[in-house]
């Protein structure tokens, strides 16, 4: 990769986007131009919100007026302030008063004795207070008010009645008040209008409102029957708060600023990628570019460094700007009754900023890759800026959800891109260094692996003539299914194997919910070998293998199996599991030390393992744990998605990739880390022998062992002399002596170097990429001859 | 210092399956000599053109230009080339004197070198007063003399020039021709595709007549027009192409 003419196409494509009015609208101007307008509709939404009073029509208030045993409600036509959080609230509210209709009949007191000539009577008073109610909702309705507070006739009589009784109880008349009836109080009714958002907000604050009223009332009846008040109340909580102002707000601003500056990273990388690509398409300048001397890849570099950096500015532009006019009007909003933001609002923190952008960067390289790849697909810029919206759609949920209360960083969290890094920036602004620290290693490794896919994606993109020279297809799935079946390649292409590894995963996640559904009430090994034989068969290799027939050429070669392995090279396969299997046991305590597992995921495990031993025989949980996996995930790991992989052209990526979607479909993530790893080392030996079967009988080896390990601590305990060997560092767990894992791993590399010298078969992407590599720098220099100047002069 | 053999170039198509767009063409041509390649539009002149230029991957076949290879080679074939053609247009924001510089600089060339090399493009070429003039703002012409200028800037010992007389007017045309004519006098090994036959015979020292892929005849003129027993050439290609098409 020549650095010169990267800087040169960067310095070029840089230039050519700041003279386009377009692209400099939306890095620079919008941003200047789009917070302080924001900022200006909100702080005209806040005046019209403040101006907007709710009206809450308050019916039969003149009863309680007139009752002054009770605590005050309302006081100059507002409730009493007392009775309110903010006090300010209290003029927010706007009362609007209106008499029961029944409130001039005298309260009726329920009794047995009650007359039945005042039925008439009675009727008439219930059907005003029912017009009276049904005018009110009528109001609610058309949001001419926001709540109804309809307190029935007799309620105030009622209170006061209770507190009577009360007193008297207190005052030795016990059995006095022993024959008066229990007093009954009508309820208040609170209406209101859940569909408008005003309606219930308003409704919450006259809840409260009451809460607190009600609070007093019972304060004063305690009061009045001489129990002391704490008898209902024994204890008040005396709130502390150990986190600083600084904390607090670190803790607000690392759920805003991650959100914010992912979004615009990825719009800000968006639309330039979509000029410098379909752009330079649709204006036949690729061509030119092409065939020059710069190599796909320097091109790439510069366009992506040019996207990178306009990723970069559009989101610290858009973070400055938002910062300083939601400054702005948050000061003015502060001004404001009943809005008490300002203080929260302060600019962060300087670490705090500093350790965003230094993630802004991964990620704004990690989308400035994906949408030049997105782009350099696009025949045009219309077609372009489709693909925004699949972006934004896959990258949503991952900002979103680590926003969500309760997501913390863990291991699988870490692992997933973009949430990864949302949440360490936020574990950093948190100042939870130590939290941070220890998952700072998989969401690094991770995001840069996905930086360095996406960025080979653009590259491979841009090698594609097909991409590059793509003309209009008619849009007709039936000659597109035919064009697949009756063109096909001898080995699957690219996209087949990608498609394989999310038709593996999207049938495991439905025969996931599936099982879960019918798992009996107490699971026998006879449901545990058909739940692994589906999620082997069915999921794993049933798919490669339809795949393999139906959409390549030479299904067999596809699913490498025409070469016949020699003996030896079977036998290197199985001594090479059983040499890693040492290092494979440490690696996986690493890992679950590393990154423990869940206890109610541990107990599941060792569930299932008490279950394998429950198996008629012996040698059937090998079956299902050994050589099953080794041939399914096999025939499709190693054999179709490596085969399709290795179009790639570098034998070293497809067997990482391979080693990933391999890693992947093993559910936990403290597995899925260890079988990756595994996983490099049956791809390498895929590619170099060629052949499935060293794969499985090493897949099949390791399993193997690996199952046979969780039997050895009986054995331990019956031969000690064991122990010079293996160790149980841990009740159940069993670890190799490390000089035997030294001994081991050094025979292993023996191996691997003598898999090295074996010739492998190289597929034409990786013989032309090769060749390519070899091309000498030395003759880049400059072919115009003296003479020819002369001549042309 | 080109040298075709066997080249084939097959695409799939959606309807019609694997397509032939180009079928074991093979030729060769010599530093000197402006080569011509004759064809109706689909004969596949411009697919062989740009697996010349790299742009795109022959199927099978080699094709080797000042002694590297186009497929395994593709950066040091494009240090020996100049490629001219309808779809490798200039930049819209940039001036005629950058973009000559920007492609100079990819090629390699040295300040010094560069700034005299263009100097004497820009005078030669007759682009002095579009030199600080917009691509966008640039006539058909303009963006033709800018294109060459790219393309030779570095002065490649192959030029390949695909349709490139297409949509300019009697005079440019005329420059442009007279341009190529000066640098095969110069040495240059010059592929010219084109579909006008006034062109071919006004310039062309060797001419290749394609139709659908393949090469239906290949020699000089007169070699041609002997084999053929036709001294227009015009009409020896309409005989070539229509006697094709009745066998096929």
Redesign the interface.
């Known amino acids: 990769m020549n650095w010169r003419n990267i800087r040169l196409i960067y310095a070029r494509e840089i230039r050519d986007q700041l003279r386009d009015r377009r692209t400099l609208f939306m890095i620079a101007v919008l941003p200047m131009l789009l917070y302080p307008l924001l900022g200006m509709s909100v702080f005209q939404l806040s005046q019209f919100v403040r101006k907007s009073e709710p009206v809450i029509l308050i019916i039969g208030a003149e009863q309680l007026q007139a009752e002054h045993t009770l605590p005050p409600l309302f006081e100059n036509g507002k409730f009493a302030a007392n009775l309110m959080a903010d006090p300010k609230l209290a003029d927010w509210l706007h009362l609007e008063f209106a008499p029961n209709e029944n409130a001039a009949t005298p309260p009726s007191v329920p009794s047995a004795k009650k007359p039945h000539a005042h039925a008439s009577g009675g009727e008439d008073a219930e059907s005003a207070r029912d017009a009276v109610l049904i005018a009110a909702e009528e109001r609610l309705k058309t949001g001419d008010v926001q709540v109804v507070l309809h307190f029935p006739a007799d309620f105030g009589h009622r209170l006061r009645e209770l507190h009577a009784q009360i007193k008297a109880r207190a005052e030795g008349g016990h059995e006095q008040a022993a024959r008066l009836p229990p007093v009954d109080i009508p309820r208040p009714q609170l209406t209101s209008n859940s569909s408008k958002e005003k309606s219930a907000i308003a409704n919450m604050q006259v809840e409260q409102v009451l809460d607190a009223w009600r609070s007093q009332i019972g304060r004063e009846n305690l009061l009045a029957s001489e129990i002391p008040a704490n008898v209902v109340r024994p204890f008040d909580l005396q709130p502390h708060d150990i986190a600083e102002r600084r904390q607090q707000q670190a803790l607000m601003w690392s759920k805003i600023l991650p959100f914010v500056l992912i979004i615009w990273a990825l719009t800000g990388a968006f639309y330039p990628a979509v000029d410098l690509c379909a752009g330079e398409k649709e204006r036949g300048t690729l061509e030119t570019l092409l065939s020059s001397p710069a190599a796909r890849i320097e091109i790439v570099w510069g366009k992506l460094l040019t996207v990178m950096t306009f990723s970069t500015a559009t989101a610290l532009l858009n973070l400055a700007s938002l910062g300083m006019t939601a400054r702005y009007v948050m000061t003015q909003l502060s001004a404001m009754p009943r809005v008490d933001l300002a203080e929260g609002m302060q600019l962060p923190p300087i670490p705090s900023l500093l350790w965003l952008v230094a993630a802004l960067l991964p990620m704004s390289a990690f989308f400035s890759a994906l949408c030049l790849a997105c782009a350099a697909f696009a025949r045009s810029t219309k077609e372009g800026q489709y693909y925004l919206i699949p972006l934004f759609l896959v990258s949503m949920p991952l900002m979103m959800l680590p926003l969500q209360p309760g997501i913390e960083l863990n291991l699988g969290n870490s692992l997933v891109p973009i949430m990864g890094v949302v949440l360490l920036v936020m574990s950093l602004v948190q100042s939870n260094y130590a939290e941070a620290l220890r998952y700072f290693v998989p969401v690094c490794a991770v995001t840069l692996v996905c930086c360095h896919l996406a960025i080979r994606w653009a590259v491979y993109q841009f090698n594609q003539e097909s991409v590059l020279f793509r003309e209009s297809e008619r849009l007709d799935p039936k000659r597109w299914l035919v064009h697949l079946v009756r063109d096909r390649q001898d080995t699957p292409t690219l996209a087949q194997a990608f498609f394989c590894v999310t038709l593996i995963y999207v049938i495991q996640f439905f025969v996931q919910i599936a099982v879960s559904a019918h798992v009996p009430a107490v699971p026998d090994f006879r449901f545990l070998t058909l739940v692994l034989f589906i999620s082997q068969v069915v999921c794993i290799a049933l798919p490669a293998l339809l795949m393999a027939i139906i959409l390549t050429g030479r299904p067999r070669q596809s699913l490498l199996l025409v070469r016949v392995p020699r003996l030896i090279t079977c036998m290197v396969a199985v001594s090479l599991a059983v040499l890693l299997h040492p290092l494979g046991l440490q690696l996986a305590t690493w890992i679950r030390e590393l990154y423990p597992v869940q206890h109610e995921v541990q107990s599941d495990l060792e569930g299932f393992t008490q279950l394998l031993q429950t198996a008629p025989y012996a040698w059937l949980p090998y079956v299902i744990m050994a050589v099953l996996p080794a041939f399914c995930e096999e025939l499709a790991f190693r054999g179709f998605v490596l085969s399709g992989l290795r179009h790639i052209g570098s034998k070293w990526w497809a067997i990482g990739l391979s080693a990933v979607f391999f890693g992947m479909a093993h559910g936990l993530a403290q597995q899925s880390l260890a079988a990756a790893i595994v996983g490099l080392a049956i791809g390498y030996i895929a590619v170099q022998t060629g052949s499935i079967v060293p794969c499985m009988l090493f897949h099949m080896t390791y399993n193997g062992l690996m199952f046979a390990t969780q039997l050895w601590p009986q054995a331990l305990q019956q031969h000690p002399g064991l122990t010079n060997v293996v160790y149980e560092p841990s009740p159940g767990q069993i670890l190799y002596t490390w000089p035997l894992m030294l001994l081991c791993g050094g025979l292993a590399a023996v191996l691997f170097a003598w898999l090295k010298r074996l010739p492998y078969q190289a597929t034409r992407e990786e013989q032309i990429s090769d060749a390519r590599s070899r091309q000498s720098l030395q003759a880049f220099a400059p072919v115009a001859s003296e003479p020819a100047k002369s001549q042309l002069s | 210092m080109i040298d075709v053999r066997s080249l084939t170039k097959a695409?799939?198509d959606?309807?019609r399956?694997?397509v032939l767009a180009l079928s074991q063409l093979t030729f060769s041509a010599k530093a000197g000599q402006v080569y011509g390649l004759l064809g109706p539009n689909g004969a596949g002149k411009t697919t062989a053109l740009r697996i010349l230029?790299?742009?795109?991957?022959p199927t099978s076949g080699t094709a080797i230009i000042g002694g590297?290879?186009c497929?395994?080679?593709?950066?040091?074939v494009?240090?020996?080339?100049g490629?001219i053609?309808a779809?490798?247009?200039?930049?819209?924001?940039?001036t005629a004197w950058e973009m000559v510089e920007?492609?100079g600089?990819?090629?390699?060339?040295d300040d010094d070198?560069l700034r005299e090399?263009m100097e004497?493009?820009f005078e030669?070429l007759q682009m002095q007063e579009i030199r600080d003039l917009l691509g966008a703002k640039m006539s058909t012409g303009m963006k033709q003399k800018v294109?060459i200028a790219?393309a030779i800037v570095?002065?490649?010992?192959v030029l390949i020039f695909d349709e490139a007389t297409t949509g300019l007017d009697v005079l440019v045309a005329r420059a442009l021709l007279d341009t190529v004519a000066e640098l095969r006098?110069?040495?240059k090994c010059i592929l010219f595709s084109t579909h006008i036959m006034r062109e071919a015979e006004r310039l062309c020292d060797r001419v290749a007549i394609m139709h659908r892929g393949h090469i239906l005849a290949e020699g000089t003129l007169d070699e041609l027009r002997d084999q053929h027993a036709e001294r227009d050439l015009e009409e020896l290609f309409f005989q070539l192409i229509r006697r094709e098409m009745v066998s096929t």
């Open positions: 695409y799939s959606l309807t399956g694997e230029s790299t742009v795109l991957q590297f290879d497929v395994t080679q593709p950066e040091m494009r240090h020996q080339i490629f053609s779809n490798t247009a200039v930049y819209d924001r940039m920007y492609f600089r990819l090629y390699g060339l070198e090399r004497l493009l030669r294109s790219r570095h002065d490649p010992p006098d110069q040495g």
